[in-house]
Nanobody
C-alpha cells in the first residue's frame, strides 16, 4: 500500500514558478512509476508528466514540454514537478499518482493504482 500526499500548490501570476511535491509512504515507492495529472472543472484527468521507477524515463504532455520538469528522489520517497513560465491555462487541480511498475511509464489514469488528494494550482493573468 502506498499513500501519496501532495504539497506546493497555490496562487501565482503568469510567468512565475511553482514546485509541487508528492511524498509517499510505503517501502515499495521506489519500484513505482509516478505521474502528475491535472483536472479542469468538469473534465477528465489528463497526464501532464510521468517518470519511471528508476527515473530514467520520463513523459511530458506537449502543453508543458520545456516548462515543466518531473524528477524523483527515491531516498526521500518523493516526486517533484517543477513548473516554470506558468500560464493561466495551467490553472487546475493537480494529482500525483503511482503504480508498482519497474519498467515504463503508464500514460492513462486507469493504469495508476494510488492517488493523492489533489492540489490546486491557480495562475492569474
Amino acid at each position: 500500500q502506498v499513500q501519496l500526499v501532495e504539497s506546493g500548490g497555490g496562487l501565482v501570476q503568469a510567468g512565475e514558478s511553482l514546485r509541487l511535491s508528492c511524498a509517499a509512504s510505503g517501502s515499495t515507492f521506489s519500484s513505482c512509476a509516478t505521474g502528475w495529472f491535472r483536472q479542469y472543472p468538469g473534465k477528465e484527468r489528463v497526464l501532464v508528466a510521468a517518470i519511471s521507477a528508476s527515473g530514467h524515463a520520463t513523459y511530458y504532455d506537449d502543453s508543458v514540454k520545456g516548462r515543466f520538469t518531473i524528477s524523483r528522489d527515491n531516498a526521500k520517497n518523493t516526486v517533484y514537478l517543477q513548473m516554470k513560465s506558468l500560464k493561466p491555462e495551467d490553472t487546475a487541480v493537480y494529482y500525483c499518482a503511482a503504480v508498482p511498475r519497474r519498467i515504463g511509464v503508464p500514460l492513462t489514469p486507469g493504469e495508476y493504482e494510488y492517488w493523492g488528494q489533489g492540489n490546486q494550482v491557480t495562475v492569474s493573468a
